[in-house]
């Protein structure tokens, strides 16, 4: 699909200008080096502070993540300012469950389809060349019903609602421990 390739190297190059200008801010804010990092990056011990950073994507391993059948593959966080940038697989049926979009989301969806499982906006499908952005306060439920690959980009990570009323992020882990300073 030329279309779709050229689409996303628009979208990737529009969210690299937008994570600068967040980066910028950052360091003016806070009047030192940002703290983003890859994991699992190899090529990346050693470089200074302002060095580019290639991350060779289809070297690094799928992690799987707290919910079954969903992986990522971390191309960006900044533990300091909560960015997150990854690619996430979901395998057919997979499921985010109940979860708050505490600041701005945005994916685009390379393969499958991405469907509101429930939510105001129930239904919802989000297919191979399409973009989804979802204000900060959202909260819904969300499928794969064939599977689907995408690229998410978080100004914070999501808060997952478990049922025994724990709110983690995607990892499992405490989300107000693990994020809540990034949000000051």
Not at 147 to 173: R, S, T, W
Request: glycine share 10%; net charge negative.
């Amino acid at each position: 699909m030329p279309g779709a390739r050229a689409s996303i190297g628009i979208w990737i190059l529009v969210q690299l200008v937008q994570a600068t200008v967040i980066q910028r801010q950052h360091i003016c804010k806070e009047g030192n080096m940002i703290s983003a990092f890859t994991p699992n990056a190899k090529n990346h011990e050693g470089l200074g502070p302002l060095a580019s950073r290639l991350v060779h994507v289809n070297d690094m391993p799928w992690e799987p993540i707290r919910y079954p059948g969903c992986h990522v593959k971390t191309l960006m966080v900044d533990k300091a300012s909560g960015l997150l940038t990854v690619l996430l697989k979901m395998d057919p049926g997979a499921e985010l469950p109940d979860h708050e979009h505490v600041m701005l989301e945005q994916t685009f969806v390379i393969e499958g389809r991405l469907v509101d499982k429930d939510g105001p906006e129930k239904g919802l499908s989000c297919g191979p060349g399409e973009f989804i952005w979802r204000p900060a306060g959202s909260r819904h439920s969300a499928w794969t019903p064939e599977g689907g690959l995408m690229i998410a980009i978080f100004q914070i990570p999501n808060k997952f609602y478990e049922k025994d009323g724990k709110i983690v992020d995607l990892l499992g882990d405490d989300w107000g421990l693990k994020w809540d300073k990034a949000l000051e």
